[in-house]
């Protein structure tokens, strides 16, 4: 299986702020990275897939980058609403496999 | 927007099959473009991947669970299902029902339920 490694585990940051998530995968998967947004009780949502493609109705405050083994996503100005957990997931290879998660909180 | 939403029990006791089902709605399930998913969440852990069916009926498990897993569609009710046999107290989890987009292009998980707790106990 393809791991996938983010970090940081969890972060705090202040309304405004620049936030970076990095997912390093344990081997290539080109481009095929997804990210989705969690808030407790709810099911994920999507937010960028293949690796930098915003999805329909995602705010344009939210970027994704990478490729090969490296991606990031990117909130240029955090707003109260985007403080959740976050989880990037490969479909390159069977089984699909996500991150363990990047919280972040309110400082 | 395609809407998805889990239902079946909340508890099963150890041995039995876990069954639960996903009605799709603003959407229809008979699309050759999509793959009826299942992942779990166990508490304050992360995301599994269980597995997912074309309409069609072909079917991709995670070989972690291809012994007890099976996905079934349902387009005349636009449902489809999971049922894990032999369920022990690893099993409990937050189960959530996805649509998988699978063209050349895309790969993603798009919509999602909100997901439904499930407890394995006697």
């Known amino acids: 299986d393809i791991q996938m490694t983010q970090s940081p585990s969890s972060l705090s940051a202040s309304v405004g702020d620049r936030v970076t998530i990095t997912c390093r995968a344990s081997e290539s998967i080109i481009k095929y990275l997804n990210w989705y947004q969690q808030k407790p009780g709810k099911g994920p949502k999507l937010l960028i897939y293949?690796?930098?493609t915003l999805h329909s109705g995602v705010p344009s405050r939210f970027s994704g980058s990478g490729s090969g083994t490296e991606f990031t996503l990117t909130i240029s100005s955090l707003q109260p609403e985007d403080f959740a957990t976050y989880y990037c997931q490969q479909s390159y290879n069977s089984p699909q496999t996500f991150g363990r998660g990047t919280k972040v909180e309110i400082k | 927007q395609v809407q998805l939403q889990e239902s079946g029990p909340g508890l099963v006791k150890p041995s039995q099959t876990l069954s639960l089902t996903c009605t799709v709605s603003n959407g229809s399930i008979a699309s050759g473009d999509y793959c009826w998913s299942w992942i779990r969440q166990h508490p304050q852990k992360g995301l599994e991947w269980i597995g997912y069916s074309y309409y069609s009926g072909s079917a991709f498990y995670n070989p972690s669970l291809r012994s007890r897993v099976r996905i079934s569609v349902d387009t005349s009710k636009n449902q489809f299902s999971l049922h894990l046999k032999s369920v022990t107290a690893a099993d409990t989890a937050v189960y959530y029902c996805?649509?998988?987009?699978?063209?050349?292009?895309?790969?993603?998980?798009?919509?999602w339920g909100q997901g439904t707790l499930v407890t394995v106990s006697s």
């Open positions: 293949a690796a930098s």
């Open positions: 996805a649509r998988f987009v699978d063209t050349t292009m895309v790969q993603t998980f798009d919509y």
